[in-house]
């Protein structure tokens, strides 16, 4: 009885850190040539190195119903010569971290994980996205959700803009406002000319100039750009691309990603065997109870 009373504690102690959760199921998952630890070496896939790192401070509205719930945080856009990443710079430098530790230290797995942890816990964007990845036009999104990795092709994901004739200077750079609707939000970017790089944060791409500025119209998804850096040091733009990857269509993907943010019961059963036995009935409901509480969600693709 003791037993199970303690593991019922761990568990909702451990529930309510879920970006702890994934970071540390994220690096169980991906640890390099060496690792002696209790999980296996998975592969890593290198899709290119950037050649540019442009830096957001970014900030949304975790919650559609409270939007004066704020996260805050930065990310980049890469650019390598075939193939754009996006991701959260903590996770970036969580990664380099680790490529240095293992090459240079002789600090045990677990060590590395303990300096890398606080990296992951940071973030606040858990996906990456490689743009014109397999192949030009398409759009390879991966994120770990639910005890596994899941990736989608993304093929339709296009902004169609309309550019208007207001200007305004951003960081010593003349930009130009454009506007479009993309999956459920009206947007405005602010884009420079002089700087002649066709891409922005996350997916957003096609205008003739870097994107310094974005946000949609209600200001629930936020992107200025404080960095603009040509890299003398290449950064591998990397993925994990081991067997347990799971590929699923787009639908299903955001199925599954609303499903367990309403339902974190069933996603902690299914990530973590034998919970369940080690649990009476009672405690059982008691804890899905506790984990499917109302949780914030307001996704930047709304459709």
């Known amino acids: ?20 959760l994934y970071a540390q199921s994220d690096i169980r998952n991906s640890r390099p040539k060496g690792w002696n630890g209790r999980y296996k070496p998975s592969k890593e896939l290198v899709a290119d190195s950037a ?11 975790r ?23 996006f991701i959260d710079s903590y996770d970036l430098e969580a990664s380099l971290l680790g490529d240095k530790l293992y090459a240079t230290t002789t600090l045990s797995s677990n060590e590395i994980y303990e300096r890398k942890s606080p990296l992951f816990s940071k973030r606040i964007f858990k996906e990456r996205i490689l743009i014109d990845y397999p192949v030009k036009g398409k759009i390879t999104y991966q994120e770990y959700l639910a005890g596994a990795f899941r990736r989608y ?37 602010w884009y420079a000319e002089e700087l002649p790089i066709p891409y922005g944060p996350y997916y957003f791409r096609g205008l003739p100039g870097l994107i310094v ?30 067997k347990g990857v799971e590929m699923l269509s787009r639908d299903d993907f955001r199925y599954l990603k609303q499903y367990y943010n309403e339902n974190a019961a069933a996603a902690v ?18 804890l899905e109870k506790r984990l499917n509480r109302p949780r914030p969600y307001n996704p930047l693709e709304k459709e």
């Open 51 to 61: 050649r540019y790192k442009i830096t957001y401070q970014s900030y949304f509205s």
């Open 153 to 189: 092709l993304d093929e339709t994901a296009t902004q169609n803009w309309v550019i208007g004739e207001e200007t305004k200077e951003v960081l010593g750079y003349r930009c130009r406002k454009a506007t479009c609707r993309f999956r459920g939000r009206d947007y405005v970017a």
């Open 1 to 20: 009885m003791k037993k199970s009373i303690y593991i019922l504690i761990l568990i909702l102690a451990f529930i309510s850190l879920p970006a702890v």
């Open 213 to 242: 500025e974005l946000c949609d119209i209600n200001k629930e998804y936020v992107f200025n750009m404080v960095g603009f850096e040509r890299l003398t040091n290449f950064i591998p733009m990397k993925f994990y691309d081991g």
């Open 63 to 85: 919650d559609s119903v409270f939007l004066d719930d704020k996260k805050s945080g930065f990310t980049l856009t890469l650019i390598g010569e075939n193939v754009v990443q």
């Open 269 to 286: 059963f299914n990530n973590a065997s034998g919970i369940k036995s080690n649990l009476t009935p009672e405690q059982e409901k008691e």
